[in-house]
């Protein structure tokens, strides 16, 4: 043999084990919300810290694991509303496919999805006010198909082990930041002890309006409502059954609506979603009115939220209570359901 062809033959022996090494740390290391089992305990932060968007939606595609019961909304419902009890409360299986800033826009390519590849046999889905923000651009990095496309393949590796992940995986665990993500999508929040939890409530309440928040270049709904609309009209022909909620936050946030003068906007959506909801014969609850939870002061509110706007899983729990025991009448101080009269 030439002693070019014998370093050649190093040279692509090197690689496949470099390759090799690579997929070990991926599928047993990281393994992003549950595409497989974690042996080195990083998959949580990696799951956080990554493209929601592409991460969870490429675990779905790719995954051929189907579930009963599918929870869609923003942060708020990721990390607040655990599978587990949804399991605990009717025997079935469920998803967590909460996604950070979640659009209304977004929201309904997931829905289509489910419905040609996942049957479920219930929906449950958060409503936020920033979701129908018609000035927002949906994410092009969602990863929707019948299957993982092998360029979805390709960037879900490269994005997992890369060198950006691993160093934010490596400052948070440092940093002691309690997230962890399990294969069921749920992401339980514990960054902010109960002694913070009023410092960040007054914190994000303080910044809302201001130039980085997503309410500050709010451009109206009546798109987001139109493509929503549409949505359900897919929704009420599947015969699936299908449950609405409006997210809870403490009640101060009507306050800053009013000063940055978005009150009344944020009402008159509220009606026009809520109408839309129950002309296509869904039921929909308010929990975004005062109650034992949002009223209280922020520095007793730690058992009820994280910070502003998310809520926490016990918050949750109450809220899953309260739509799938519906006949049971479960803590009706908290919410009320909405009807057409």
Not at 15 to 44: H, K, W
Not at 216 to 243: A, T
Not at 260 to 265: A, K, Q, R, T
Not at 273 to 282: E, Q, R
Request: with cysteine.
């Amino acid at each position: 043999m030439k002693e070019t062809d014998r370093y050649l033959c190093w040279f692509f022996a090197l690689l496949g084990m470099v390759f090799a090494l690579q997929f070990c740390i991926i599928r047993y290391g990281f393994a992003p919300y549950g595409t497989g089992e974690s042996a080195l305990g990083l998959d949580n932060m990696v799951a956080y810290r990554m493209d929601g968007r592409f991460v969870k939606t490429a675990r779905i595609s790719g995954g051929q694991d189907s579930y009963d019961i599918y929870m869609i909304g923003s942060s708020r419902l990721r990390d607040g509303l655990s599978p587990k009890t949804v399991t605990d409360l009717t025997g079935l299986s469920a998803f967590n496919y909460g996604l950070s800033g979640l659009l209304a826009k977004e929201m309904a390519p997931i829905v289509d999805h489910l419905l040609a590849y996942k049957k479920p046999k219930a929906i449950i889905i958060g409503l936020d006010f920033f979701a129908f923000n018609d000035a927002t651009a949906p994410s092009k990095s969602m990863a929707l198909g019948k299957g993982l496309s092998l360029e979805n393949t390709i960037k879900l590796y490269l994005s997992v082990f890369s060198l950006k992940t691993i160093k934010e995986v490596w400052i948070h665990e440092r940093d002691d930041v309690q997230i962890e993500c399990n294969k069921n999508g749920f992401c339980r929040d514990a960054r902010f002890g109960p002694e913070a939890v009023a410092h960040y409530i007054q914190e994000g309440l303080d910044k809302m309006g201001d130039s980085k928040d997503v309410l500050y270049n709010f451009n109206g709904y009546r798109e987001s409502l139109n493509i929503f609309m549409g949505m359900l009209d897919r929704l009420e022909r599947s015969g699936i059954k299908v449950v609405f909620f409006y997210s809870p936050a403490p009640v101060a946030q009507y306050e800053r609506l009013r000063e940055i003068g978005l009150y009344d906007l944020h009402q008159k959506w509220k009606d026009d979603v809520s109408k839309a909801i129950l002309g296509h014969g869904f039921r929909v609850w308010d929990f975004n009115i005062k109650s034992p939870a949002t009223t209280l002061d922020f520095e007793q509110s730690a058992r009820y939220f994280n910070d502003d706007l998310h809520y926490t899983e016990y918050f949750g729990d109450i809220i899953l209570k309260t739509i799938l025991e519906a006949d049971k009448k479960a803590s009706p101080e908290y919410s009320r359901e909405l009807t057409d009269r």
